[in-house]
């Protein structure tokens, strides 16, 4: 079983809908990643959560610890959404000199938003 | 464009021939990443420095890896007698250590396509 695990792999929209994807770890973790990856490889780091919820224009990240879940949602989705969601768990307490920030990374979630 | 620039962006070689990678990471970071990812699946982390120093190495790095940050600042990876399954996608990240949340987040560089033929 994979320490963090996402679904779906795959999802296709059509633009405009809300989408929702969704992370589960089993690992002990002090911050949670959300990143964005468009073909061609470039990868963007989209989050950092280590509690509640933030929001950057029409993508919302959220983190429920206790249920070591998070959600990344896209509102009124776009064409130019179409890319690899990945989530990816940092081990260990943050702010630490000894702490090995390796991110530990899911399969990633293929988004595809048909116009 | 994330700030974290690599050289080349392609490089297609011969089995057999060693080849150099550069990363240079965001000026101030003092944290930097190399993952190595293949067709169809997620980043595998290689390793990582702080400041020059390398702290640790995934047990993939095998001998014909090595990876060296000399001044603190751009990175070199370098594969020696390069074999097909080393054909990958070669990712550099940075971030900046212990200067808040925000600064933990790694960024990452456009990444150089690997082909051995």
């Known amino acids: 079983k994979n320490e963090v695990e996402q679904s779906p792999q795959n999802l296709t929209a059509q633009e405009g809908e809300f989408i929702t994807i969704n992370c589960s770890y089993s690992?002990?973790?002090?911050?949670l990643h959300w990143l964005q990856q468009h073909p061609g490889g470039g990868i963007v780091s989209l989050f950092m959560l280590s509690s509640g919820k933030k929001k950057h224009g029409r993508l919302i990240a959220t983190i429920n610890i206790q249920e070591k879940h998070s959600s990344l949602h896209i509102t009124a989705s776009h064409p130019r959404d179409s890319a690899v969601y990945i989530c990816?768990?940092?081990?260990?307490?943050?702010?630490?000199?000894?702490?090995?920030?390796?991110?530990?990374w899911g399969a990633g979630t293929k988004l595809i938003i048909k116009p | 464009d994330t700030g974290v620039s690599q050289d080349p962006r392609h490089k297609i070689t011969k089995r057999g021939q060693n080849v150099t990678f550069r990363c240079d990471p965001i000026s101030e970071h003092n944290r930097l990443y190399w993952y190595r990812q293949t067709l169809g699946q997620g980043p595998e982390f290689l390793t990582y420095?702080?400041?020059?120093?390398?702290?640790?190495k995934s047990r993939l790095l095998s001998d014909r890896f090595s990876a060296e940050r000399p001044k603190g600042s751009f990175s070199t990876l370098e594969i020696q007698r390069t074999e097909q399954g080393d054909s990958a996608m070669y990712l550099c990240?940075?971030?900046?250590?212990?200067?808040?949340?925000?600064?933990?987040?790694?960024?990452f560089g456009p990444g150089t396509r690997l082909t051995v033929l």
């Open positions: 990240a940075s971030n900046l250590l212990g200067r808040g949340s925000e600064t933990d987040t790694q960024y």
């Open positions: 690992v002990g973790i002090s911050a």
């Open positions: 990816a768990a940092t081990r260990g307490p943050l702010h630490s000199m000894d702490s090995n920030y390796q991110l530990i």
């Open positions: 420095f702080q400041n020059e120093a390398q702290l640790e």
